[in-house]
């Protein structure tokens, strides 16, 4: 019902940027980023309610940066000062609303294939 395409993905060396976009078919979503690393659980990286409350992850804070593009139905995670450790599969997650917790990967029944970010030091 709702599909949402992700690009800007790429390899990176450590301290490096990189700005991802997703891309939904439909309005008034919550949305948010979550990445998989191999052999890990899918994590939580950044969210945007439908009332614009924006939540990061600890490990991100300070370096990326989550917006949207209401008129494009647009959201973007703008990502700096990599590190090795971002490397993973970044997936964009949406939700109608009535997110509780932004983070938490039950939230949303929407996804996206996926993009991957690689980082090398």
């Known amino acids: 019902q709702v599909q949402l395409v992700e690009s800007g993905g790429g390899s990176v060396q450590a301290g490096g940027s990189l700005r991802l976009s997703c891309t939904a078919s439909?309005?008034?979503?919550?949305m948010a980023w979550f990445r998989q690393a191999p052999g890990k659980e899918r994590e939580g990286v950044a969210a945007?309610?439908?009332?614009?409350?924006?939540t990061y992850a600890d490990s991100v804070k300070g370096r990326f940066t989550i917006s949207q593009d209401n008129a494009k139905n647009t959201l973007y995670l703008q990502m700096n000062n990599l590190k090795p450790e971002d490397t993973a599969m970044y997936y964009c997650?949406?939700?109608?609303?009535?997110?509780?917790?932004?983070?938490?990967?039950?939230?949303?029944?929407?996804w996206g294939q996926g993009t991957q970010v690689t980082v090398s030091s």
């Open positions: 997650a949406a939700d109608w609303g009535g997110v509780g917790i932004p983070l938490s990967r039950s939230e949303y029944n929407y």
């Open positions: 439909a309005n008034s979503l919550c």
């Open positions: 945007i309610d439908s009332d614009e409350t924006i």
